[in-house]
């Protein structure tokens, strides 16, 4: 079994994004850039699938600029098999993304693909749920586990009002939660054998598919600040204030 | 214009998710109709054509639409799109899940997770955890939208109702198939709708420690949360997750207790009317975005607390 994971560079979950001062875009200068979280899951549970013999390759696949190769080395050293850049210009929006991603299956013919549930950097949580839709693929999203069974996959799913288990038939797309498991971190010998494997480049102006963008970002604003609260010095005073003060309880 | 806005239920009641969303479209303006797909669900339907805000309701009514599942609720929405200029969702599992695949099966954009309009094509939402908000201008001529459900008041139900008509089933593609639910049962009131919320951390240690949290709540008659490290932990269910991954909620009053206000976090409940934290870390920054905080040991505190509310 042949497993394609898509994979995000983000920035590092740990930044605190700001705007540009001319509010056109977010500041993304000199911050730290990272794999998705929520792809470094999809990696790893396609590594486990592998390693317990459930699946013969891995291979990750990033629509990005050149900058992304450092990412997809990243997953290499986390035990994919293989890596191919869609190299675009510019950032593409899910639409066009899940276009790109569609080109890719139909030459690799994965019988599952494994994304994030979301990209910590748009929130979109989208691009699965298209390239499913795209490919007449049936989906699960928010896996929280995820078994093969024959030419099926029995997935568990977090949904609002707790757990959802179903079975679609492979090949099919999953997208991770994140429960799914724990990513591991790559050790240095993975680190230098990464170097080693296979990453190769496609251009997406080849591929005859239109990646134009949909919408446009007017300006990128902060949030409303709250007002800096008072400190309480003992329970009695907290409810005294929440009765009132502030009128929520009574 | 003319929107289609795809009702959240569990066939047998409207959730409050819908009437959030029945306001954004309403806030478009134009003919509001509402899909409704479920099975056995005419009491949804019923309920659906009481809405304030819309003028149709089409419903669809077959056990392929029991479960929501995405592949069948996602064509039938491709299906009776024709002429529709907007279809909304909320943004809730049940909007996220399905309305990509009809966005995509549209050629369009998705706008995801809005919190307001701005005009006819210009949204405003939340990116990288709420740190920024964007405001987006869509070129597509359909826009498929999801909403945030905090950012839109209910819409109200009413006496009076519309209209409603049957529409068809698109055969299944079989595909994917419901094996089982593990839905949580409680006595307290829904997590995104309530009006008082109680939320533990790390801090509570175990599930067991868990309840004095749980205590609290009920004395207050309120919701309980937990920060994504709570449920990893395995203190609480998946679904008491409030966060930029979890879920988004804005009650009255938020009271976090052992957390220590992750970006991820507050994006979850930074819109809350009043906000409390106990923390025993006076630098917490949860404290920065709290109304009135109390530094001390929760396991004095909140006893404490629930005795005296
Ligand atoms: C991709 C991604 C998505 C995420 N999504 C979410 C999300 O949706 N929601 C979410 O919550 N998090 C999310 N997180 C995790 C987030 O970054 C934090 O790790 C998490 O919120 C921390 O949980 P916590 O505050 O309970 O734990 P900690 O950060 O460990 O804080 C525990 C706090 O308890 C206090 N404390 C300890 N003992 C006591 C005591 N006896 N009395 C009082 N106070 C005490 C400590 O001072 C500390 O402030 C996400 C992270 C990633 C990478
Ligand atoms: N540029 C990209 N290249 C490859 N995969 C991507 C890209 N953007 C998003 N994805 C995948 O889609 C998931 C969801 O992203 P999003 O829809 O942007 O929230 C991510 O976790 C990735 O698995």
Redesign the pocket.
């Known amino acids: 079994m042949k497993i394609l ?5 983000v920035v590092d979950y740990n930044v605190k994004v700001r705007p540009l001062s001319d509010n056109s875009n977010v500041d993304l200068n000199n911050v730290k850039m990272s794999v ?1 979280p ?2 470094e899951i ?1 990696v790893e549970e396609a590594v486990r699938l592998k390693e317990s013999g459930q699946s013969s390759e891995v291979v990750v ?4 600029g050149d900058e ?1 190769q450092e990412q997809l080395r990243a997953c290499l050293a986390l035990g994919a098999d293989r890596a191919i850049l ?1 190299q ?1 210009e510019g ?2 929006e ?1 639409l066009a ?1 899940a276009k ?2 569609t080109k890719i299956v139909e030459s690799e013919n994965p019988n599952l693909i ?18 499913a839709s795209m490919l007449d693929m049936p989906q699960a999203t928010f896996a929280s586990e995820l078994k093969i069974e024959g030419d099926s996959a029995l997935v568990t799913r977090e949904i609002d009002g707790g757990l959802q288990t179903i079975n679609v038939s492979l090949p099919a797309v999953v ?2 939660d994140l429960r799914l498991n724990e990513p591991r971190y790559a050790s240095l010998p993975n680190i230098m054998q990464a170097k080693k494997k296979e990453l190769s480049i496609q251009n997406v102006s080849d591929l005859g598919i239109d990646v134009s963008n949909r919408t446009s970002i007017l300006s990128v604003e902060l949030p409303p600040t709250r007002e800096a609260g008072v400190m309480v010095d003992s329970v009695d005073e907290l409810v005294e204030k929440l009765k009132n003060e502030a009128k929520v309880i009574t | 214009m003319s929107i289609l806005v795809v009702a959240e239920h569990d066939n047998s009641e409207v959730k409050g998710s819908t009437l959030n969303t029945v306001t954004a479209a309403s806030e478009i303006g134009g003919d509001v109709s509402i899909l409704v797909a479920g099975s056995e669900s005419s009491s949804v339907a019923e309920q659906a054509a009481k809405i304030s805000g819309i003028s149709s309701v089409i419903h669809v009514d077959d056990p392929i639409y029991k479960n929501f599942l995405a592949e069948d609720l996602g064509n039938l929405v491709v299906s009776v799109a024709d002429g529709f200029n907007y279809i909304l969702a909320p943004a809730t599992t049940f909007g996220k899940n399905f309305l ?1 695949r009809v966005a995509a099966k549209l050629d369009v954009q998705q706008i ?1 997770d809005i919190i307001s309009i701005e005009d006819a094509d210009t949204f405003k939402r939340p990116i990288y955890a709420g740190s920024c908000i964007a405001t987006v201008k869509s070129t597509d001529s359909v826009k498929v939208i999801t909403v945030r459900t905090t950012a839109f008041d209910a819409s109200p139900v009413v006496d009076s109702s519309v209209n409603v008509d049957v529409g068809a089933v698109v055969d299944s593609l079989n595909n994917s198939k419901f094996v089982s639910d593990e839905i949580a049962e409680s006595d307290r009131p829904e997590l995104t709708a309530a009006d008082v919320i109680v939320s533990g951390g790390r801090a509570l240690g175990s599930s067991e420690n868990f309840k004095i949290i749980e205590a609290l709540a009920d004395k207050l008659g309120a919701a309980v949360g937990a920060s994504r490290a709570a449920v990893d932990a395995g203190y609480v269910p998946n679904d008491y997750q409030v966060g930029q991954t979890g879920k988004i909620v804005a009650p009255s009053l938020y009271i976090a207790i052992g957390i220590s206000g992750a970006i991820q976090h507050l994006a979850g409940m930074k819109d809350s009317k009043v906000i409390v934290a106990i923390n025993k870390d006076e630098d917490a920054p949860i404290f920065q975005v709290a109304d009135y905080g109390l530094v001390g040991d929760l396991f004095e505190a909140v006893p404490e607390l629930t005795d005296s509310v």
């Open positions: 994971v898509p994979i995000k560079r998705n929520f792809c999809a696949v990033t629509v990005g992304s869609a675009s950032l593409l899910p993304i790109v991603l494994i994304l994030g549930k979301q990209a910590i950097d748009g929130d979109n949580n989208q691009t699965g749920q298209m390239l997208t991770t | 990509p995801s």
